[in-house]
């Protein structure tokens, strides 16, 4: 049985991936931290109610999220290449813009700025896309710089989830608010 609490940061260190012991404030736990938020996020926004297609979509993206978190914690690159749970590849990057190219095609163009809210689902993917946004600011600083894939799944994510808190809220008949 393992047990929840280990006492080994109980003098405010951690392990990377490998044994490396770092501080909780070192700059590569801070942006795994950040991922690991803005997954429970996405978990609070599947919680509020999904149509069963977002839904699915997102728990494939909050499954990316744990691989993208794991890599982060590795900067020895020393998770073995046959641990495929834990890669994100183009492919991941790819699927993101489609999923984005798919739901645009349920909403008005943009003409103006729109302020975040709506629906309980639709204002969570806002909240998300800021915390996606400043996950990104946290990866991009970090030395060594983590697989350039991570930044670009990260990008793409944030305007997906843009464009997905949109899209909840027309589901739902929640007017978006311009500025």
């Not at 990316?64 to 749970?85: E, H, M, N, Q, W």
Request: hydrophobic share 45%.
């Amino acid at each position: 049985m393992v047990k929840i609490y280990t006492r080994t940061g109980d003098n405010g260190e951690t392990s990377l991936f490998g044994g490396t012991r770092v501080s909780k404030a070192d700059s590569r736990v801070d942006a795994y931290g950040e991922v690991d938020e803005l997954n429970a996020w996405l978990g609070f926004a599947r919680a509020a109610g999904l149509d069963a297609d977002l839904d699915e979509a997102v728990l494939r993206i909050e499954r990316d999220l744990f691989a993208l978190g794991a890599r982060l914690a590795d900067p020895g690159s020393k998770i073995a290449t046959r641990v495929t749970k834990a890669i994100i590849t183009d492919d991941d990057v790819t699927r993101l813009e489609a999923l984005i190219d798919r739901l645009e095609t349920e909403l008005k163009p943009l003409t103006r700025f729109i302020l975040p809210g709506g629906s309980p689902a639709g204002a969570s993917f806002h909240v998300a896309r800021a915390v996606c946004r400043r996950a990104e600011r946290r990866m991009i600083a970090l030395q060594p710089a983590p697989d350039a894939v991570l930044i670009r799944y990260m990008n793409r994510l944030s305007d997906l989830l843009f464009v997905l808190a949109r899209v909840v809220n027309h589901r739902a008949g929640v007017h978006e608010t311009e500025w």
